[in-house]
């Protein structure tokens, strides 16, 4: 093990892209998006079309929420429709076109973009420490297959969302066998549950409450590798999915790393990367490189994708008293790089499928001899409950008083309702999806929604 580096912390955000959170970062070594930007018609096949171009926003509030999927994210890439396959032809100029298509507005909000005042806190530490430019998430398309990739290194042959056990090794099972420890901190119903050999795995419980990982924190007894996925529900949502807040999110990050910070040994022995699961349908400038597919011959039944591509780039900024101020890694990155870097850190022999094989970790921004005091970050604006009700955690609610959730929200309760089952999970490789998806209850207070959501956490996770 790295004699330096003990422990590995990743908070994995929600559905945000590079330029729409740090492309407007006053940095140095970066061009600004507005700088060299990429126009969006409204219509592709138009030549005299309305065209949009990147801006930035006003405030931390949004009212679009853009389609991810497979189709969606490959027209945002190419404004062109089926059929997409090698050789690509990325253009990065479909966004706007994509959002009219699907949600039947012109589309110019996609193209917004955060200042650095309204992310205080991404914002100081992508300067103070090091900001990849090139981290792409894994597939071009939604949430689930992007988290798969993240900690199995495959998606298990899927495109899309399924919200169903999987039977996949994960990166958890290669460091436990390698004797390092490692814990999973989450804030209601985690995703990464979808995994159900982890939640007692060797010895278990595995999935501790948020709160355990500040307390860890600042304790000095984090586990090798803490992996923290933040509260999807509720007003206090910290994921910064869209409608939700950012700040709320910013305020988290912030949590992370201040609870680091607070113990001298910890923080001196921490690698903290945060990042995001994929962009969420908003612009960037950067289309994704090629890359390898995790197994010979993979390929989606349903759109046929090779698992050639990576997804649109996304944020991710490395934190450690071991990096100097402002750097910028310029490798490129997936999410499978987080299975290199602990690889690297940890010293894990094996590999899960060859995506993660070739990944690049980001061992190499370690170049200190010494290792620097923290930064300190600034203030992070309040945000009050009665400011994020229904319409921003969620999508609002229906005539007779029931939350609409959104998709994500949606098959995070499906999930929780299929680990009820007593179904082992599909083995490694199997594409089946449940033949019956499992409606989602109504809810119709956020009191209900969290009864459900701690009577999940009690029976599947943690017992304290």
């Known amino acids: 093990m790295n004699m330096e580096i003990k422990h590995v912390v990743v908070l994995m955000m929600e559905n945000r892209s590079f330029d729409h959170m740090l492309g407007l970062l006053d940095h140095p070594k970066l061009t600004k998006v507005i700088d060299e930007p990429v126009p969006n018609p409204i219509d592709p096949a138009d030549p005299a079309s309305e065209r949009f171009e990147p801006f930035e926003l006003a405030t931390d509030t949004l009212s679009a929420d853009p389609k991810h999927g497979f189709p969606d994210v490959m027209r945002q890439l190419t404004a062109k429709g089926p059929p997409w396959s090698a050789p690509y032809q990325l253009t990065s100029s479909g966004y706007a076109w994509n959002y009219h298509q699907r949600r039947g507005f012109p589309g110019n909000e996609v193209l917004g973009c955060f200042p650095e005042r309204l992310l205080p806190a991404l914002s100081t530490l992508a300067k103070e420490y090091a900001v990849c430019t090139r981290w792409f998430c ?17 998606s298990a042959g899927l495109v899309e969302n399924v919200e169903r056990p999987y039977g996949e090794k994960t990166v958890f099972e290669l460091l436990s066998e390698a004797k390092r420890s490692w814990q999973i901190f989450f804030g209601d119903i985690p995703q990464v549950a979808v995994f159900p050999e982890l939640a007692w795995h060797d010895g278990g419980p595995r999935f501790s409450r948020l709160s355990k990982f500040f307390d860890r924190a600042r304790k000095g007894t984090l586990p090798n590798y803490s992996f923290i996925e933040p509260r999807h529900f509720g007003s206090a949502v910290q994921s910064q999915h869209p409608l939700a807040r950012v700040l709320l999110g910013e ?4 949590e992370v790393y201040n609870a680091i910070i607070a113990n001298r040994d910890a923080w001196n022995s921490t690698v ?19 890359a390898v597919p995790p197994t010979p ?53 094996a590999t899960l499928t060859k995506r993660d094989a070739v990944a690049v970790g980001i061992t190499h921004l370690l170049t200190r001899s010494e290792p620097r005091q923290p930064a300190v970050l600034p203030p992070i604006p ?32 499906r999930l929780a309702l299929r680990l009820e089952e007593a179904g082992p999970p599909l083995p490694s490789g199997a594409r089946g999806v449940p033949p019956d ?18 009577a999940f956490r009690r029976r599947q996770l943690a017992q304290m």
């Open 382 to 413: 309040a945000v009050r409950a009665a400011e994020q009700g229904p319409a921003r955690w969620a999508e609002g609610v229906a005539p007779d008083g029931t939350i609409i959730l959104n998709d994500f929200q949606e098959q995070l309760v």
């Open 297 to 349: 011959g993979s390929r989606d039944p349903k759109h046929g994708f090779t698992f050639d591509l990576l997804g649109p780039r996304v944020p991710a900024v490395v934190v450690s008293p071991w990096i100097e101020r402002e750097q910028v890694d310029k490798e490129v990155h997936d999410h499978t790089s987080i299975i290199a870097t602990l690889r690297d850190l940890l010293e894990l022999d």
């Open 251 to 254: 305020r988290l990050i912030a």
């Open 437 to 454: 998806p499992l409606p989602a209850p109504p809810f119709k207070s956020e009191a209900e929604i969290g009864e459900f959501i701690e």
């Open 272 to 290: 903290l990367l945060i990042t995001y699961d994929e962009h969420g349908g908003f612009y960037d400038r950067l289309p994704p490189p090629l």
């Open 138 to 154: 894994s597939v071009p398309s939604e949430t689930w297959p992007n988290r798969l990739f993240a900690h199995a290194g495959t």
